[in-house]
């Protein structure tokens, strides 16, 4: 052979570890188990880059486990309903199904070309019937808890496309496909509760803290964003309830000169005057227009309008005008706020905008807001302000405030959360039907769990255009819809919506414990021997969304009985991104690298040792800075040194040449470090730097049938089956072991064999020997004359005396002039 054949490896092994079933888990008990996990792929075409680079992560680590004797779970799947399937449908006149499981099938077979070591028994779909039955009867179960709720709210609209749009799906007030103005309209949804999670959410972190990424901590503690404060009650007249707002500056009260409350809240249609209300709805109709990420920021203008009633303050009596302003959200808090514009940013713009009072109650130093038209936030010393004046604190002078008003009955210290509940509705067909039936005497039905799944009618040829209600609502779904009340038997109709595809990925990684199972949605037993994931891997994009509601659904099913741990995800490791000359690779920019190319040009290995080695496992790769080929030819140097092995498989290596013995095990001890450190990068470098080694010993060492140099390449071909494993399994073969390098175990370095070697320095003191000293080979200057001069004989002929020269000849030899 002239050299290493990319293809024909790739082509030979892949069948192998088929037919071998090489990485399939046992769950036998005969080995300590470990579950890695990659986030499942959505069905989008072929394979790309980041997958390329996300599940060779995984990889590395899968496959260094099995070495190190585990058992590994490493499962493989799909999140297989959504969108992009229902728009390709309509585009293309096919069916969701079909374009799904046809790009299914072609990124298994990617997937199996790449080599990632999935076992394959463990594959799911969520779009399957086996599966989402499952996903219907958690639903089903949350319902019992009173954790899925509907209720009516208001949704991003877009007229043009007649759909509710998330919020990541607006853009700068417009929606992100077509471009019109998205507009606000009420529509009745299903919700989960993780608002009552909210805390937990909070405090299980201590749990993955130091290892989740800091980042992902705390994009969750701000989008769960927990805020201590108070409730305060003002009455308004004319009406018998008091209104609450929520204040995290209770302190402030007495500097409140207004209230605002949210224009789109039940609260400003009630309380507006006749007079007002005609201003009121017209001012309404814009704020429609905007989205909350533009309500709220800083820099919006402050717009509102009065609503000709007056709210009175609990602790001082005074009267203040009630606004609606669209800088108050309607779900947040109360959806009311008192305005206190001496110190708050927000309050100050809109007092100033619309010629309102302004009152500081707190002297904190620093310029008038009145003057400066800057709010004030510090502490200082509290005036204007009744029982709290002389306070300087704001902890002590909230505490205060917070007795006076509980002792008045008026308002309570409260705890607020920015989190919203999980709105799981979609007018969507490609996803997982809700399971209720809505009978018109009965109520809301969850569908029997004996009865689920509820299937996705066929509707095949049928329009799935958006039409502002789900395809399930149209003509061509009448039959599928129509059916009798399960509780009291009489006409009644199907849920037409389907759930967020987020509801799907919530659970997948419990169902990969036993995919297949019949009896639940999990093998509860099952579950407890792998979970939790001992490392996820996936984008930080799912920060607050996968991430969070995963979390979320295993504290449900913990506080159901259903798994014995509260955080499914031990670990997580945020891949990179991979780019392409300083940007990410878009269409636009014709800068995209396409996988299955350069893994035609360079072959499998080259590409996954190209993507570890570009750099650390969290960091983005440019595809324009680094080398495949160059990769490949260093692949091919490790390949002919395996076939230049001359020694048996059961020679002893114990009697080779020890110095390559030494940087064979010195990098055992360094890359075995490496991996549990997560620097994959540096593992290949180390890899390149004992390939180079074994070259030279082969060459001008020991030679090619010193033992040394077999234990050398035995270590290079198991190192490199975690990046490289077509290739190391080759050089396996070729070293006459017995497949699979997958099946073999990792080695532990000979300790003797790491300890630095030492030479003999000796000392000499003005001409004469006077010390010799065990020294490291690359003792330093300085080193040297310290290790010298602290020695006990030297000593006794330097001491009192000036050394006035040293000179060196390291590392053998050190003299000192002493007088
Ligand atoms: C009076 C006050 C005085 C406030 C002051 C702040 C400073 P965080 O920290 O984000 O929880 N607020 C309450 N509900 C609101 C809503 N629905 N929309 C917009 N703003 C709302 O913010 C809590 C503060 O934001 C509350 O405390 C309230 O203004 C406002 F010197 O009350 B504050
Ligand atoms: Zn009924």
């Not at 949605?521 to 994009?541: H, L, T």
């Amino acid at each position: 052979t002239t050299g290493y054949d990319a293809a024909a490896a790739q082509e030979k092994w892949s069948k192998y570890w088929e037919e071998h079933r090489t990485f399939a888990a046992l769950d036998d008990g005969s080995k300590e188990r470990r579950y890695v996990l990659d986030m499942f792929a959505y069905p989008s075409g072929d394979l790309h880059m980041g997958h390329a680079e996300a599940f060779a992560i995984g990889d590395v680590l899968a496959r260094y486990w099995r070495l190190r004797g585990f058992d590994v779970l490493h499962p493989v799947g799909w999140d297989s309903f959504g969108l992009p399937a229902e728009n390709a449908a309509i585009k293309h006149g096919t069916h969701p199904a079909e374009w799904t499981y046809h790009n299914i099938d072609t990124q298994a077979a990617s997937f199996k070309r790449y080599a990632v070591s999935f076992d394959w028994s463990m594959r799911l779909h969520t779009s399957d019937e086996e599966y989402y039955r499952w996903t219907q009867w958690l639903f089903n179960r949350f319902f019992e808890k009173g954790l899925t709720y509907r209720k009516d709210s208001w949704a991003n609209w877009c007229p043009n496309d007649q759909t509710v749009l998330a919020n990541e799906q607006v853009k700068d007030g417009c929606c992100e496909r077509c471009g019109a103005v998205v507009t606000k309209r009420q529509l009745n949804q299903w919700y989960f509760r993780i608002t009552d999670y909210a805390q937990r959410l909070l405090d299980d972190m201590d749990q993955i803290e130091g290892t989740w990424p800091e980042r992902v901590l705390s994009m969750q503690r701000n989008w769960i964003g927990r805020s201590e404060g108070a409730y305060v009650d003002f009455t308004i007249d004319g009406r018998a309830e008091p209104v609450k707002v929520f204040t995290t500056r209770p302190d402030t009260l007495y500097g409140a000169t207004f209230m605002v409350v949210a224009p789109d809240s039940a609260l400003a249609q009630e309380v507006v005057s006749d007079e007002a209300r005609p201003a009121f709805e017209a001012y309404l109709d814009e704020v429609k227009k905007k989205s909350e990420i533009e309500r709220q920021s800083t820099d919006h203008e402050k717009t509102g309008v009065p609503l000709g009633v007056e709210a009175t303050n609990p602790v001082n009596g005074a009267k203040i005008p009630v606004w609606a302003g669209d800088y108050v959200l309607a779900d947040y808090g109360t959806g009311a706020v008192m305005a206190v514009p001496a110190h708050d940013q927000r309050d100050l713009d809109f007092a100033r905008a619309y010629g309102i009072d302004v009152i500081p109650v707190i002297d904190t130093g620093e310029a008038d807001p009145r003057e400066s038209g800057i709010a004030t936030t510090g502490d200082g010393a509290y005036q204007n302000s009744g029982f709290l004046d002389g306070i300087t604190t704001k902890a002590e002078a909230i505490a205060k405030m917070c007795e006076v008003l509980k002792e008045k009955g008026v308002g309570e210290p409260t705890v607020t959360y920015r989190l919203r509940d999980w709105l799981l509705s979609r007018q969507r067909f490609w996803g997982c039907p809700i399971p209720i039936i809505h009978c018109e005497s009965c109520g809301d039905v969850p569908v029997p769990d004996d009865q689920l799944p509820v299937t996705l009618p066929d509707l095949r040829g049928a329009d799935l255009a958006p039409k502002g209600t789900s395809p399930l609502a149209g003509d061509e779904a009448k039959e599928w819809r129509s059916v009798s009340c399960p509780s009291c038997g009489g006409p009644a109709q199907r849920d037409t919506d389907t759930m967020d595809t987020f509801v799907d990925s919530s659970w997948y990684f419990l169902r990969y414990c036993s995919p297949h199972y019949d009896e639940g949605p999990f093998d509860v037993e099952a579950v407890r021997r792998w979970m939790p994931v001992a490392q996820y891997i996936g984008g930080v994009e799912h920060a607050t969304m996968h991430l969070l509601y995963s979390r979320f659904f295993t504290k449900v099913l913990h506080d159901l009985g259903m798994v014995d741990f509260t955080e499914p995800f031990q670990r997580l490791m945020n891949q990179g991104q991979v780019i392409n000359e300083g940007r990410a690779m878009s269409k636009s920019l014709g800068n995209g690298v396409d996988l299955g190319k350069q893994i035609d040009e360079f072959g499998v290995d080259a590409v996954r040792t190209t993507v570890i080695f570009a750099g650390p496992p969290d960091e983005d790769i440019d595809w324009a800075d680094v080398s495949p080929a160059s990769t490949l030819k260093f692949l091919q140097r490790a390949w002919r040194v395996a076939s230049e092995v001359t020694s048996d498989p059961d020679v002893d290596v114990t009697a080779g040449d020890v110095s390559l013995r030494r940087v064979t095990h010195r990098s055992i001890a360094d890359i075995t470090d490496l991996i549990e450190g997560g620097r994959y990068n540096v593992v290949v470098a180390r890899i390149m730097e004992l390939v180079n080694a074994t070259r030279k010993a082969i060459d001008s060492g020991c030679g090619p049938a010193d033992p040394a140099v077999r234990e050398a390449v035995t270590f290079t071909a198991q190192a490199l089956s975690l990046v490289a494993p077509y290739l190391a399994e080759e050089m396996w073969e070729i070293l006459g072991l017995e497949a699979s390098v997958a099946n073999s175990q990792w080695p532990t370095p000979d300790e003797t064999l790491l300890v630095a070697e030492e030479v003999t320095m000796v000392v000499q003191v003005t001409g004469k020997v006077r010390a010799k000293i065990q020294v490291s080979p690359d003792i330093t200057e300085d080193e040297a004359r310290e290790v010298a001069l602290a020695d006990a004989n030297v000593q006794r002929f330097t001491k009192g005396k000036e050394i006035v020269k040293v000179i060196t000849r390291l590392p053998k030899m050190i003299s000192i002039v002493a007088k």
